[in-house]
């Protein structure tokens, strides 16, 4: 499975942005889609995932502000994000998945950079 992230960029507090990711390849195998992000000096955590029958979790910090979604025709998800504060500033990874299990393979795409001004 590979994974083709776009989006992203400078924005102002209080703004909005949307990535999309793009999975090609094994798509069949995929049972979830979503974002984790990395900020500087932390370890990388989850934004939001998405499972192929539609069923959504998200990091407590962006509930309510973010919302992902998923084009199944496209192999696509997108995460739009609303009212963005400085502390969402990272570099954004997209994620695939075969399954929940620990030892299910996992996949990433590139990472693409949010910053968020104050």
């Known amino acids: 499975v590979q994974l083709q992230a776009s989006g992203g960029g400078l924005v102002q507090s209080g703004g909005s942005l949307s990535l999309s990711c793009a999975a090609s390849?094994?798509?069949?195998?995929?049972?979830?889609m979503g974002w984790y992000r990395q900020a500087p000096g932390r370890q990388r955590e989850l934004v939001a995932v998405?499972?192929?029958?539609?069923?959504?979790n998200y990091a407590d910090s962006v509930k309510g502000r973010f919302t992902i979604s998923q084009d199944n025709a496209k192999n696509t998800v997108h995460l739009q994000m609303n009212s963005l504060r400085p502390e969402d500033t990272a570099v954004y990874y997209c994620?695939?998945?075969?399954?929940?299990?620990?030892?299910?393979?996992?996949?990433w795409g590139q990472g693409t950079l949010v910053t968020v001004s104050s």
């Open positions: 390849g094994f798509i069949s195998r995929v049972r979830g």
């Open positions: 994620n695939a998945r075969e399954g929940w299990a620990i030892e299910s393979p996992v996949y």
């Open positions: 998405i499972t192929t029958r539609g069923s959504t």
